[in-house]
C-alpha cells in the first residue's frame, strides 16, 4: 500500500484565498483525520470521520474552515477565506484502530 | 490547557545507552495510550501504544511504561542508535474516542 497520500505538498496563497487540501486514507481504514502542526501549539486535532460520517469536529478552529469525506477513499479540508494565521503543516491520517497512520503532511503558507 | 505534557524539549544521549523519554498527562480519562516518532519534513510514524489495562508493553528496542497514579508513561529506547534520532511524541485518548492528545514532542539526538 502506498499510505496515506496528501496533496499538495507544499501550498503558498494569497489572504482573502480560497485553499483546499486533499486526502487518500489507506484503503480499509474507516477512521480519518485532520491534524494541524503549528510551532505555538504542537500537532492539534482538527475533525475526525468514522465510515465518512465526521464524529468530532470540536478541533475546528473557525468557520473559515470545513471537510468533507465524500467517499471511503478520499477527503477535504478546505479554508476559505485564509489567512497568515493559518500556515502551518496539516497532516491527514487514517486508522482501523487506535493506531494512527500519517501522511507527509501539507505546509501551508498564506502570505 | 495542556493535558498532555512532554516536559523535556530536547535530549541527547550516546549510541548504545538508554534513551528514556517522559511524559505526563492529567485527564484520567484517557485510556489508551501512543507513542509516535517523527523525522523532519515527514508524518509521524507510530511506534508503540499502551492501553490503561497495562502497565508494560514491549516492542524490540521500544519499551513503553505506564504509572496510572502517576499519570505518567515512559519510553525506553535500548540500546539507542543514531537512527533513533528524531523528534518523539506522545498521545493520549479517552475512552471510547479516538480523540487524541498530543504532547509537544522531546527531540532526541543519539550522539555516535
Known amino acids: 500500500d502506498a499510505g496515506v497520500i496528501q496533496s499538495p505538498r507544499h501550498e503558498v496563497t494569497e489572504m482573502g484565498q480560497e485553499v483546499t487540501l486533499r486526502c487518500k486514507p489507506i484503503?480499509?481504514?474507516?477512521?480519518l483525520f485532520w491534524y494541524r502542526q503549528t510551532m505555538m501549539r504542537g500537532l492539534e486535532l482538527l475533525i475526525y470521520?468514522?465510515?465518512?460520517?465526521?464524529?468530532?469536529d470540536s478541533g475546528m478552529p473557525e468557520d473559515r474552515f470545513s471537510a468533507k469525506m465524500p467517499n471511503a477513499s478520499f477527503s477535504t479540508l478546505k479554508i476559505q477565506p485564509s489567512e497568515p494565521r493559518d500556515s502551518a503543516v496539516y497532516f491527514c491520517?487514517?486508522?482501523?484502530?487506535?493506531?494512527?497512520?500519517f501522511g507527509p503532511g501539507t505546509r501551508l503558507t498564506v502570505t | 490547557d495542556q493535558q498532555v505534557k512532554q516536559n523535556s524539549p530536547s535530549l541527547s544521549v550516546q549510541e548504545g545507552r538508554i534513551s528514556i523519554l517522559n511524559c505526563d498527562y492529567t485527564n484520567s480519562m484517557f485510556d489508551y495510550f501512543l507513542w509516535y516518532k517523527k523525522y523532519p519534513a515527514e508524518g509521524p510514524t507510530f511506534l508503540i501504544s499502551?492501553?490503561?489495562?497495562?502497565d508494560k508493553n514491549e516492542d524490540g528496542r521500544f519499551t513503553v511504561f505506564l504509572n496510572k497514579s502517576a499519570k505518567h508513561l515512559s519510553l525506553h529506547i535500548v540500546p539507542s542508535q543514531p537512527g533513533d534520532s528524531a523528534v518523539y511524541f506522545c498521545?493520549?485518548?479517552?475512552?471510547?474516542?479516538?480523540?487524541?492528545?498530543f504532547g509537544t514532542g522531546t527531540r532526541l539526538k543519539v550522539l555516535a
Open positions: 491520517a487514517s486508522s482501523w484502530g487506535y493506531e494512527q497512520y
Open positions: 498521545a493520549a485518548a479517552p475512552s471510547g474516542t479516538y480523540k487524541y492528545i
Open positions: 484503503s480499509g481504514h474507516d477512521y
Open positions: 499502551i492501553s490503561s489495562i497495562k
Open positions: 470521520f468514522n465510515n465518512n460520517v465526521p464524529i468530532d
